[in-house]
T-cell receptor
Framework: SQQGEEDPQALSIQEGENATMNCSYKTSINNLQWYRQNSGRGLVHLIL?????REKHSGRLRVTLDTSKKSSSLLITASRAADTASYFC??????????FGSGTQLTVLP | DTEVTQTPKHLVMGMTNKKSLKCEQHMGHRAMYWYKQKAKKPPELMFVYSYEKLSINESVPSRFSPECPNSSLLNLHLHALQPEDSALYLC?????????????FGPGTRLTVL
């Protein structure tokens, strides 16, 4: 199974600013997913980008995927305090299992 | 109904106890998962059930025993646990067929082993 590695491990920004998180992985994928986890809660699926897509938008989220560099980024625009959470990428290969990376802890300060 | 529910929310047990965690979904998903998550770490896959059959066991100790009695329910039976098994246990479900495998997670059971 795949494993993603997120960068940075922690990010602290002011409300209204944009937040960018990066994910790198090692082998070929079928798709790459991003999840959010509020403290001590379950994960929430944010967005899925397929291996043949380069960019995808969902509300204030923008995800890019560069399969040649084996990397993805998640951009959250106009951040809010409620966006404070851990964000995990999950590259998924043919086995369709998810292996989560170490995550980025985002703190949005009011 | 797009929810995965888990009970109990919190569980404290001694090392000699036997307890069970329960997970339920009514989205018609035929793949269900158990994950273990320690503090400040990502979730780690424990078991995968596909069409009520165990398809993946990630070398989990036998003191954890999964059960999938029907397509909506997933249990995790616990016996003779160790303090290091204290963690958040997450259940998830997804469509097993098809190309993409977005997973829906429950809120988790916070387990403390004394």
């Amino acid at each position: 199974s795949q494993q993603g590695e997120e960068d940075p491990q922690a990010l602290s920004i002011q409300e209204g600013e944009n937040a960018t998180m990066n994910c790198s992985y090692k082998t070929s994928i079928n798709n790459l997913q991003w999840y959010r986890q509020n403290s001590g809660r379950g994960l929430v699926h944010l967005i899925l980008i397929r291996s043949n897509e380069r960019e995808k938008h969902s509300g204030r989220l923008r995800v890019t995927l560069d399969t040649s560099k084996k990397s993805s980024s998640l951009l959250i625009t106009a951040s809010r305090a409620a966006d404070t959470a851990s964000y995990f990428c999950a590259p998924s290969g043919s086995a369709r299992q998810l292996t989560f990376g170490s995550g980025t802890q985002l703190t949005v300060l009011p | 109904d797009t929810e995965v529910t888990q009970t109990p929310k919190h569980l404290v047990m001694g090392m000699t106890n036997k307890k069970s965690l329960k997970c339920e979904q009514h989205m018609g998903h035929r793949a269900m998962y158990w994950y273990k998550q320690k503090a400040k770490k990502p979730p780690e896959l424990m078991f995968v059930y596909s069409y009520e059959k165990l398809s993946i066991n990630e070398s989990v100790p036998s003191r954890f025993s999964p059960e999938c009695p029907n397509s909506s329910l997933l249990n995790l039976h616990l016996h003779a646990l160790q303090p290091e098994d204290s963690a958040l246990y997450l259940c998830a479900s997804s469509h097993p067929s098809g190309r993409y495998n977005e997973q829906f997670f429950g809120p988790g059971t916070r387990l403390t082993v004394l």
